[in-house]
Structures are given as C-alpha cells and as structure tokens.
C-alpha cells in the first residue's frame, strides 16, 4: 500500500493539483484496477464506514450505493427478495447470494439516484456480486477482498477503467481528525460512537411495542444516517433503506424527499408498474427514467412524448385513487432522523408513507407535540439522545 496516490485533480477538472495521502504510514487500501478520482474516494472512504458498522452491529453482509458522499441506498442480506422486488431491482435472471443481495437492495432501491454510483461491500466480493456490478453503471467499488474470478469480472468493466479498491479491514484511523475550510484547519474527534441496544430504550410514545425486525431497521437507518449529509432523514423497512433525504435545510423537506422516495419504491412494486410493455431493445437507464415519469403526477407532455420510443404500448395513468390505495399497503417502515424533529409536521407526512416506527435523538422544545402526533398515529417512537450530524 502507498503512502500517497496523484489525482488528476480535486472536485472539479481545474482543481489541480491533487493528491490523498497519510502523514503517517501508508494509505489503507490498494488500487487494484483503474484510476480513482477525488470524489471516488470521499465516496469510497464514507461508504466503507456505513458498511463495515452495518456488518458488525447486525453480523450479516452489508451493501451501500452512494453518490456525491451520501447513500443513496444501504441494506443487510436481512430476507430472501421477493419476486416485485427482483423484478424492479433487475436481477430476476441472476442467481443472488446474500452479498449480492445486500447490494441488488442498496442499489435497487432508488435506481435514479443510483446510476453511475460508488459501491460498498462489507464482505469478500464473490462472482455472483461481481456478475451484478459488472452489469450496472457504476463508477467503482471498494471491499476488504475479492475472490480472484470475481476480480477479473470487475476489471473487464468499463473497458478495463473500472476502478476496484481493496480496503484493509482492520485499519483503524488516528482518534482525532483534521480538514482545512478556506485555509482555516478544523480539528475534532472522529465520530467513533457505535450503535447500542441502549439507544432503543427509551420509547416515549403510549404504543411501545418494538418487535426485533423494528430494532435492527432501527440499526440500519442509525448507521445509515451517521454518514450521510446533514439534515438527514430516512426510511427502513426489511433491513434496507427506501427512501433518503440528505443535504435539506428544512427537516420537514427531508422528510417529504424521503417519503417520496419510499413512495416510488412502493409504487414499483403496483401491478401496473410491473405489468409495463417495454420494446425489447430498451436499456436499464432508459427504463428506469420512463418507470420514473410513469409514476410522477407531473409528468410533462415532453416527457410522455418521448415514451413512443420506450414502450411497445403507451401505458395509462395510475389514477390518483387506485395509487393512494397501493400506498395504504405499505406500513411497519422505520423513520429516522439525524437530530430532532422541531415540528409535528415530519410524522404527519411519515403518517401517508406507513411508518410506524419512528428513531430520533429527541431534545427539541416541541417534544411533547411530535409525541401527541405519534401516539394519534398509533406510532412507536424512540428517543436515542444521540445526534448525528455528519458535515
């Protein structure tokens, strides 16, 4: 492993020059194929801390797709896939192994913001891991190992650019860390609190029945929210994350992006989205973007225009009542948050997204508001006491 690896440049092209390096020792992980730029590696180096938390708290294979520093999507191999599920994540034709179905969740989940991702894998990457990343459009992938046909599938990616890096996975960093804002440095101790069952002891609504597969979507969406952008709010169900709500100044609007991001994810599963006629040439992209349309209430008419060239039949709107109905469906998800709810209206718009459960730090001086909303929903709701901003 080196002690430094030259970038052709930072964030953006004229931002040269650039480089990562260790002030002591060497870096932890090895290049094994490709060329990673600066923003593969804040993914890369982010993504590997959710993962590596997700698989030692839980003690099953963790996945996360991420974009631009935050998850678009993380999961445990927590159930088997349902057929909806295969079918709208694209992996009906492939066999899955429990890797490989962590990450066919990770990454099915919201296939929009997915597209060209970063992948991490908590788990030695085997050949029906790789089979699956080798068909997506991904950037890149780091794990603590790969099985040696696996490696030669990944390599073949992108015309032999795929980047694939291998992490040391008992490397531990320095306890307090350093970063330079407009040549200010900035120091701090790193955020090395882990997750306890402790954290889901204090349940402050009247209903407090928090079955096992609440407290471990409770996990992944705690886990999950450490690294992602503040505010931050998301939805869990089954051990994955449907729905994420990163980077908003208001946590209301992270709620409503995550819930409409869970909504979609739901409404995939509707017959009518399943039951679409795509022309036989069609590409994942394409198809995803058309399902996309498809479901907005808003799509426009140059959108609908350019469906001709996707479907073998012109699909039918979703009427508005049939839509609210398949939503009524959806109901035991998890709702967490990074830091207090300061209104009631986040758990009014969670209501319509069947949460159930609900994970938050706790501490705003409408406490005693957000509770009354969650017990007229019927709702368990959890006061960790910890805030996780991530910066």
Known sequence: MPKEILLRYGCNPYQVPARVYMLEGKLPFTVLNGDPGYINLLDALNSWQLVRELKSALGVPAAASFKHVSPS????????????????????DLEISPLAEAYARARGVDRMSSFGDWAALSDPVDVATA?????????????????????EILRRKKGGKYVVLQIDPDYQP??????????????????????????????V?????????????????????????????????????????????????????????????????????LGLKFKPDVKRPERDNAIDQYLQPDVTAAEMAG????????????????RRAWLDKLNGVTLGSDAFFPFRDSIDRAALSGVKYVLQPGGSN???????????????MVFSGVRLFHH
């Open 174 to 203: 320095v306890l307090m860390e350093t970063r330079q804002i407009f040549g200010v440095t900035f120091e701090q101790r790193r955020n090395d609190r882990l997750v306890s069952l402790s954290d889901f002891q204090n349940i």
């Open 366 to 380: 409408r406490d005693d508001e957000v509770i009354r909303a969650c017990d007229e929903y019927g709702m368990v």
């Open 131 to 151: 089979k699956l990343l080798a068909r997506e459009v991904s950037d890149g992938v780091i794990a603590p190992d790969y099985e040696s046909q696996a490696l």
């Open 307 to 322: 469906w001709a060239d996707v479907f073998d039949e012109f699909p039918e709107s979703l009427p508005a009542a049939e």
């Open 73 to 92: 999507g993380a999961a445990v191999a927590a159930t088997p896939l349902t057929d909806p599920l295969r079918r709208i994540y694209a992996v009906a």
């Open 205 to 273: 609504t009247n209903n407090k029945e928090l079955p096992p597969s609440a407290v471990r979507d409770m996990t992944v969406a705690w886990i999950t929210l450490k690294y992602t952008q503040s505010n931050s709010v998301c939805f869990a169900v089954d051990g994955q994350v449907i729905g994420v709500g990163a980077g908003q100044q208001s946590r209301v609007h992270c709620t409503r992006l995550a819930a409409l991001k869970a909504d979609l994810w739901w409404l995939r599963q509707h017959p009518a989205v």
